[in-house]
């Protein structure tokens, strides 16, 4: 049986794992001493810890910032994140500087019992306590599902329960709530202990895509802890060493391959709110000096138990972010455990045993103004016990007119590829995406045909523009083609296992966001998947355009 997985579209957050394009700090109420206002900037941004380039962690941030602040003038740091113009998140760090018996009684609801900071429970002499309270209410809408096909296509799917979504138009309501605590505390005068601990109630109500059934669910999110320790040396050297373990979110770079540690839908709900993202078990080791990054991990997956696979990965990744605005990385990863299944019209093979090799460059020489950007990402796989061999690669393209005209476009073409396997030869060659996916932007690669198409045996090309109709909106146009690499595709939707010619259709796009305040976000698209005549015959029942329409609201505390 292919493996079948509920689709993250829609993160609980856009900023949290995104790739940091800027970082600018500011001081709300600055000293007339000048130089103790840098002084006080270069002890954030060190502080901090994270570059342009890195895959920004809010949790970690804020973990950071408690640390900088600690025996300084600086009694409180807001964080603030917009989209970046090239689909990254621009950081603000504002600060605010405060008298000595200010920070000699701290700060947070503990200390003063006000609750003008709520989120903020105690922070005092480097501990550091905080709430996270988030939630989303959505409503999501679908004209003819599935292609108005709902029986060929979900034919043996272990997520349907019911009545799924299908001809005609559809509609449910989904939502969670996401409430934990999180803190920090120092052992030495470099050293911090830390860790989190979070639930989330999550529901559904209508007609989903997979079941009409109303759902509701509570179950563990967050619970780590974690060391962290470093400093700076006398010639301005940098060095942090940070290990943790337990439930936590991990990604690396912009998810072509790892971005969904845990899985939505079934008995858990809300598919398209996508709350869950923490692993069953996360082991991490990073060590950074200066722009140099290592880290190694373990990773086992928070999957839907109808669709566990018991795939655990390890792995090892090593980025390098030069001046000239070049950043590299190097990834290897390997599983020695999964009951996952690849299949041929002769063998079935195992997951077990699998290596992947990946290789990533970006080049954008201006990252916060206009200008040309480049992207690229590669990776072959391999086996431990058969041979062999596939592969896929990526190559974006893009000029960013930030700041330079009217709503300040950015207009990109990326081309994806993506192995399907050849069964005229004893090879097998159809690529394993792994945990690839996140949202629209990323490897959510069209926001209905992902739903029938996942990245394996597919080729895509995708034309995209941003646009800032104000500083608080955004749109996100995106045209999208879609192809098959080969024409025998199992291990994919099993109504697609022969396909009866290669191009699979288009799908245009377009994503709404308002960030009403820091606090509050409205997000919502619209989208329109047109299958080809070859979709069609495959199928051999007629086919018609698949619509969605989406909008949620966002709320942090």
């Not at 090892?316 to 455990?337: G, K, V």
């Not at 992207?375 to 896929?392: K, V």
């Not at 000029?399 to 004893?426: K, L």
């Not at 994919?492 to 960030?515: C, M, V």
Request: net charge neutral; proline share 5%.
């Amino acid at each position: 049986m292919p493996a079948y997985r509920a689709q993250a579209q829609t993160p609980a957050g856009f900023d949290d794992l995104s790739r940091l394009e800027s970082v600018d700090v500011k001081i709300e109420n600055p000293s007339s001493d000048e130089a103790l206002n840098r002084r006080l900037i270069d002890r954030i941004r060190v502080g901090l810890g994270i570059f342009r380039g890195d895959v920004f962690s809010r949790s970690t941030a804020e973990f950071n910032l408690a640390r900088a602040r600690r025996g300084s003038p600086i009694a409180k740091t807001l964080i603030v994140a917009t989209p970046g113009p090239t689909g990254g998140v621009a950081i603000t760090i504002i600060a605010t500087i405060e008298s000595d018996q200010t920070q000699a009684d701290g700060r947070g609801v503990f200390n003063h019992g006000k609750t003008r900071d709520l989120s903020v429970l105690y922070d005092k002499n480097g501990t550091y306590l905080r709430m996270r309270l988030e939630g989303i209410g959505m409503y999501y809408g679908n004209d003819n599902a599935w292609y108005a096909n709902p029986d060929p296509l979900l034919a043996g799917n272990p997520l349907v329960n019911g009545k799924p979504a299908g001809s005609g138009y559809s509609n449910w309501v989904e939502g969670f709530v996401h409430a934990g605590l999180y803190a920090m505390t120092p052992l030495s005068e470099n050293v911090s202990l830390y860790g989190g601990l979070s639930g989330i109630f999550s529901g559904s109500n209508g007609q989903e895509l997979f079941t009409s059934k109303t759902r509701g669910y509570f179950g563990v999110e967050d619970a780590f802890v974690g060391i962290v320790g470093g400093g700076v040396s006398s010639t301005g050297d940098r060095f942090v060493v940070n290990a943790s373990a337990g439930r936590q979110r991990f990604g690396v770079a912009d998810g072509f391959l790892i971005a969904n540690t845990a899985s939505n839908g079934g008995k858990r709900g809300a598919l398209q709110s996508n709350p869950r993202w923490s692993a069953d078990e996360l082991l991490l080791l990073q060590a950074r000096y200066n722009n140099v990054k290592l880290e190694a991990f373990s990773i086992d997956p928070d999957e839907l138990p109808e669709v566990d696979s018991k795939t655990k990965i390890h792995g090892i990744n090593l980025e390098i972010r030069r001046p000239n605005a070049i950043d590299a990385a190097l990834m290897f990863l390997h599983i020695p455990q999964s009951e996952f299944k690849y299949y041929t019209p002769t063998d079935v093979f195992s997951r077990k045993g699998l290596q992947v090799y990946n290789g990533r460059i970006r080049w954008q020489p201006n990252p916060t103004g206009a200008g040309l950007f480049l992207s690229g990402e590669a990776a072959l796989e391999r086996n431990d016990h058969y041979d062999m061999r596939a592969y896929a690669w990526t190559a974006e393209m893009g000029y960013s007119f930030a700041n330079s005209m009217t709503w300040t476009p950015t207009i990109s073409y990326r081309y994806a590829a993506f192995s399907g396997d050849d069964p005229s030869t004893q090879r097998f060659e159809r690529f394993d995406p792994l945990l690839s996916g996140d949202n629209g932007e990323r490897w959510v690669q069209g926001i209905n045909h992902y739903k029938i198409f996942q990245n394996s045996n597919l080729l895509t090309h995708r034309f995209q523009l941003r646009l800032r109709p104000t500083q608080s909106t955004e749109l996100v146009p995106q045209f999208w083609f879609f192809t098959a690499d080969r024409t025998t595709n199992l291990g994919g939707n099993p109504a697609f296992s022969y396909i009866k010619g290669r191009y699979l259709g288009a799908e245009p796009n377009l994503t709404f966001k308002w960030f009403i305040s820091p606090k509050l976000m409205l997000q919502g698209h619209v989208a329109a998947t047109f299958p080809s005549t070859t979709a069609k015959k495959t199928i051999g029942t007629p086919t018609d355009p698949w619509i969605s329409t989406m909008f949620f609201l966002r709320a942090s505390f």
